[in-house]
């Protein structure tokens, strides 16, 4: 028998929803590129479904009772008198996600000696510490591909709002006027516009596709650069390095993975290298960008705007700058947990869980620690190191406000 613990976030205000807007989602068996969907072996709910809140469990219950193992549920994760902190010594598997990161630290893991497999429910182990997942013997999978197209809809959604101003213009409705000018004086078109990502993997290159029918002018920089058919087909820009990128573009979007590289690339240095009046979307990490750096530069006008769903830590602290900052489209960490999504990462998580209890292989895609090294998909996308560093203070500072 195993313990799974399972760290999900709250369920609405409102309860436990008894019904849904729709009867249920599209079927789809494919991404693009012809990876398949999860295929476990059954799933015990409806796609559809409110899966990734506590009440939903990700449909895991059932499979896991009924064959012996013990599954604990919660959604209190900070802090040493968090449920996640009490009942990590006697956990074999943990699952979390990124909208509701368990943040896995070195001392942590150190207090789990039993564990063995850490679990993303979703894309994106920068909550946990995989160096010291290598050094302690525990292998991370993730459901690589699950998300990446709903979260590349928000990016273009949030591109949008800032550039045509939609949220203002909303916001005039619903209190009860009708002030034109008020709205147009911050509104464009992103026809013509540069508009560039920050990595090219699934979701960047999923961005790039979705806008090219804007008629837009597209870049990117990636350390693995597209092949030359798909920099023909969506005429591409390449640029080897983000400084030169920003430097031409209106509008950059954010998609790679949170690693050292990465933390607090935009910082005051890069954001003054951008055209002033840029926009940045952000639905990678919120580590990559510098909070303050990013606060400052939309107060000076340096950015016209700021929009994404990734904060650090998450949840956010209510005085955190984002909240509060002008010109921002900020939203929970919601692009990557839609109901459509939801219903594949929980069946793949399932799936890794049916692979790890019959000793059959995790698909390479899925894994990101393996064997004490990086594997799979984490080979591809991460170095290693410490993305969880200052999550402990960070916390500390969350409770404190």
């Known amino acids: 028998m195993s313990k799974i613990l399972c760290v999900l976030y709250d369920d609405p205000i409102s309860g436990y929803p008894k019904s849904y807007p729709r009867d249920g989602i599209p079927d789809i068996k494919t991404y693009p590129g012809g990876q398949t969907l999860p295929t476990p072996e059954a799933i015990d709910f409806k796609p559809g479904q409110l899966l990734g809140s506590v009440s939903g469990e990700l449909g895991l219950r059932k499979f896991l009772e009924s064959r012996g193992h013990q599954f604990v549920v919660t959604s209190d994760k900070d802090g040493t008198d968090s449920q996640l902190e009490k009942e990590l010594p006697g956990t074999d598997i943990i699952i979390s996600q990124p909208f509701w990161p368990a943040y896995l630290t070195e001392d942590r893991l150190a207090n789990a000696p039993k564990l063995k497999l850490a679990i993303t429910a979703g894309i994106g ?139 607090h690339m935009f910082d005051d240095t890069l954001i003054a290298k951008m055209k002033r009046g840029a926009y940045i979307v952000n639905t990678a990490r919120g580590k990559i960008c510098d909070k303050d750096a990013i606060a400052r530069a ?83 996308s991460y170095s290693t190191g410490n993305a969880t560093k200052g999550w402990e203070e960070a916390t500390r500072y969350s409770k404190a406000a």
């Open 125 to 263: 182990s920068d909550h946990i510490d995989l160096q010291a997942a290598i050094r302690h013997g525990v292998t991370v999978a993730e459901v690589s591909y699950s998300n990446s197209i709903s979260v590349s809809e928000h990016v273009v959604m949030m591109i949008l709002s800032l550039v045509r101003n939609y949220i203002p213009s909303y916001q005039w409705v619903v209190s009860g006027g009708w002030n034109i000018a008020d709205c147009v004086t911050r509104s464009y078109d992103l026809e013509g516009m540069n508009v560039g990502t920050v990595a090219a993997g699934r979701i960047g290159l999923a961005v790039l596709r979705r806008l090219k029918p804007f008629d837009v002018k597209l870049h990117y920089t990636d350390r693995h650069r597209l092949s030359p058919d798909i920099e023909k087909e969506l005429q591409l820009t390449f640029h080897p390095n983000v400084e030169s990128m920003v430097n031409v573009c209106d509008v950059v979007t954010v998609n790679c993975p949170l690693h050292p590289e990465t933390e």
């Open 298 to 380: 939309l107060k000076s006008g340096q950015l016209a705007g700021y929009a994404g769903d990734v904060w650090f830590p998450q949840p956010a602290p209510k005085d955190h700058p984002w909240r509060t900052m002008p010109y921002h489209g900020m939203t929970p960490h919601v692009s990557g947990t839609s109901l459509s999504a939801q219903a594949r990462y929980a069946a793949g998580t399932r799936e890794i869980l049916e692979c790890w209890f019959e000793g059959r292989p995790i698909r390479e895609e899925y894994l990101i620690v393996d064997g004490g090294h990086l594997a799979g998909a984490g080979a591809h």
